[in-house]
């Protein structure tokens, strides 16, 4: 199986691996921090604002199974693309809505669905989700990986 990446942030990395995970086609994610320019940081670094980094979710995807188009769909549909820095209850920059694109496809596809979501009526506001390209993922402490699986009622 060759597979391909795709990192996206929508807020608090838990709900929206949790989202991934479930998907066919998705063979693993782990959340961390990307986008912005400090070296290694932690979670109470991120949760400072000044490090430039989002909450992230670094997935490994078969697009034989399932495609980026598909990968971004539900990208879309996971969260509110037009608040800046928040989600829900949670509010910073680590939280902004954000796609890492690693390839040229990705960055077309990126820009290309974030126009088309802006120009469908679907919000009343402008989509504020930056597209960027992907630099460094830094891996977040391990109690966040899988937190949604590990916390969930049995």
Known sequence: METERATFGAGCFWGVEAAFSQVK????????????SFKNPSYEDVCSGKTGHAEVVDIEYDPAKVSYAEL??????????TTP?????????????????????Q???????????????????PIVTEVAPFREFYHAEEYHQKYYMKCKPR
């Open 85 to 105: 820095n928040r989600q829900g209850p949670d509010t910073g920059s680590q939280y902004r809505s954000i796609i890492l694109f690693h390839n040229a496809e």
């Open 25 to 36: 086609g998705v063979a693993s994610t782990q959340v961390g921090y990307a986008g912005g």
């Open 72 to 81: 971004l769909d539900i990208f879309w549909k996971i969260h509110d693309p």
């Open 107 to 125: 960055e077309a596809a990126a820009k290309e669905a974030k126009e088309h979501l802006g120009k469908s009526g679907r919000y009343g506001r």
